[in-house]
Nanobody, 119 residues
Framework: QGDLVESGGGSVQTGGSLTLSCEAS??????MGWFRKAPGKEREFVAA????????YYSDSVKGRARIFRDNAKNTAYLQLDRLRPEDTATYYC??????????????WGQGTQVTVSS
């Protein structure tokens, strides 16, 4: 078993965009999911995809503003977020299943990357 490392977070203004990355080290990145956790709120599902990329899932809160994609040659998955809002402010985590379906269970997690959206 290896590690998942997120990057690409930062501080942006409302309406801006960010692309988050999740690189797998020492393992194959099978099914991939993105989650977020804001202070005082429960962890929230954001998006997920299967190993092939054929199956993709988005939460209602980001639907139409998010795109999940991956580069299997680099063992890296991405989450592009557009038209960001202050309510998108959270720590974003990547997670991987071990089946490749992109539907969990989520066995491995990264350390998180912070996204802050200001007005």
């Amino acid at each position: 078993q290896g590690d998942l490392v997120e990057s690409g977070g930062g501080s942006v203004q409302t309406g801006g965009s960010l692309t988050l990355s999740c690189e797998a080290s020492g393992r194959t990145l099978h099914g991939m999911g993105w989650f977020r956790k804001a202070p005082g709120k429960e962890r929230e599902f954001v998006a997920a995809m299967s190993y092939s990329g054929t199956n993709q899932y988005y939460s209602d809160s980001v639907k139409g503003r998010a795109r999940i994609f991956r580069d299997n040659a680099k063992n890296t998955a991405y989450l592009q977020l557009d038209r960001l809002r202050p309510e998108d402010t959270a720590t974003y985590y990547c997670a991987a299943d071990r089946t490749g379906t992109g539907s969990g269970p989520w066995n491995d997690w990264g350390q998180g990357t912070q996204v802050t959206v200001s007005s």
